[in-house]
């Protein structure tokens, strides 16, 4: 078993848990680290705002600093709200003489919009603590202050990047989740290379209360357990933008990230590996089953909560299909990616409805999407070989929703329930059935079925 690396955090306290050292410890433990801390400032303070903020005495912080430093085997560290500039001054010859690498978050408005940081510590951290960092990780408001520049576009961003690495950082992050666009684009840059941009998916959410803290202490984590800085600010950015998307309400204000998104994710394989089986059993037992399985193979798949890849979909390794005579048979067992063309179709769903946790591939045909007509289920329609011969990368399933889906103009509450595939290209018609939730799915399934045998019987 690889040693748990003890990663340092030198910020501010948070009463309200969402941000600060909180926030820090909280994803430390997460990411399978032992967290460690000094801390810098009180602060009373809930989701809306800070009503007040109480700075301990200088000598106390670097006594704090001294004190774990000299008996415990630091791997990593991050430094958050610092507050003053005595504070700042105290912490300098210490972190200069660390031998552990430094992720520095010049932490200066709280998400409530009050001030972090006196305005006489600027100048402190810029002497002080800058020339010490690792890795500097502004956000563009703070990357504004003290480059004194104004960033708008990506050409910004660099320009603001590669003067804040002649402060003295080894490399900078500047963040770019306050920019106005449609992902959130974080640029790093080293001395020497150019700047890269590092994007991910925005997270539409509120509740984003503690995501620098969040994201420079996953950072400091990954360092901790020997990551080089690139893979290690990606892997922060991914476990940052699942904690978005799981985050949650609670008080009247921002609401935090969910720090334990991936514990929970998995804790719900157990309960969903043994829903699907169940699926899988009421299936091959359901009259006109057979009739909606297409030739190339039918499977089944289920996502975990906040699922965004196949890997966090379970399936059945040998698909759904039918005998000459009839049968519905279940091949192989449930197992998470086990299947790639259904579960591209459900990653593209649910990048434009994350409720949406169960599909599956039906064969295509006028009778079935009049089926579906009179089930009562919406079902948008693609040209296959527009997916297809688009010149663009990825599995046809996943084009074939996106280019039926429109991201926008959908009426609120209008829910899509399936997504229809005309033949082309040499691939026969499909469709692909979405569903919240396995009883509505089981519900869509019974309404197609039942359609078609009302079809026929006329």
């Keep these: 078993m690889q040693p748990i690396p003890c990663i340092l955090t030198i910020a501010g306290s ?3 848990g969402g941000a600060g050292i909180q926030a820090d410890l909280k994803t430390i433990s997460m990411l399978g680290g032992y967290g460690a801390s000094v801390i810098t400032a009180l602060t009373a303070q809930n989701t809306t705002a800070v009503t007040g903020i109480h700075a301990p005495d200088p000598a106390f912080v670097a006594e704090q600093l001294k004190t774990v430093t000299s008996d415990i085997p630091v791997r990593a560290a991050k430094t958050g709200m610092l507050f003053s500039a005595s504070i700042i001054k105290a912490l300098g010859p210490h972190l200069a003489a660390k031998d552990f690498p430094l992720v520095v978050d010049p932490v200066c408005v709280a998400q409530s919009g009050a001030k972090l940081l ?3 510590a600027v100048d402190a951290m810029v002497e002080h603590v800058f020339p010490h960092a690792d890795l500097l990780t502004p956000n563009i408001p703070e990357a504004e202050l003290f480059t004194g520049i104004s960033i708008h576009t990506s050409e910004d961003m660099v320009a603001a990047a590669e003067k804040l690495l002649t402060m003295g950082p080894k490399a900078v ?3 770019g989740g306050h920019m106005d666009s449609v992902t959130a684009t974080d640029w790093l840059a080293q001395p020497g290379v ?13 509740n984003n209360h503690g995501t620098g803290c969040t994201l420079s202490a996953a950072i400091a984590t990954g360092l901790g357990f020997g990551l080089d800085l690139c893979t290690a600010v990606r892997n922060a950015q991914q476990y940052l933008n699942l904690a978005l998307r799981a985050s949650f309400s609670l008080g009247a204000g921002n609401g935090p990230p969910n720090h334990l998104a991936p514990w929970l994710r998995e804790l719900s394989r157990p309960a969903l590996i043994s829903e699907l089986d169940g699926i899988g059993r009421r299936v091959t037992t359901m009259s006109g089953f057979e009739d909606i399985i297409p030739e190339c193979r039918m499977n089944v798949t289920c ?16 698909g759904v299909v039918a005998s000459r005579q009839g049968a519905v048979m279940v091949a192989g067992y449930p197992s998470f990616g086990a299947s790639v063309r259904v579960s591209s179709a459900l990653c593209e769903a649910r990048r434009r409805n994350g409720d949406l946790h169960w599909a599956m591939n039906l064969r295509g045909g006028a009778d079935i999407l009049s089926a579906l007509k009179k089930a009562g289920i919406r079902c948008l329609g693609a040209r296959a070989d527009v997916a297809w011969f688009d010149g663009r990368p990825g599995d046809l399933e996943s084009r074939v929703v996106e280019a039926a889906w429109p991201e926008e103009g959908l009426a609120e509450g209008e829910e899509v329930g399936a997504v229809a595939c005309e033949s082309g290209a040499g691939h026969p ?3 692909w059935l979405f569903a919240p939730d396995s009883s509505t799915f089981l519900s869509r399934i019974c309404g197609v079925i039942d359609c078609l045998k009302s079809a026929e019987s006329l």
Excluded: N, Q
């Design 194 to 206: 150019k700047p890269m941009p590092l994007i991910m998916r925005r997270v539409k959410t509120e």
């Design 118 to 120: 006196e305005d006489d």
């Design 173 to 175: 992050l500047i963040k």
């Design 14 to 16: 948070d009463s309200g």
């Design 429 to 431: 018609p499909m469709v």
């Design 303 to 318: 996502a975990v909560p906040h699922a965004d890849c196949s890997e966090d979909m379970a399936a059945f390794t040998g």
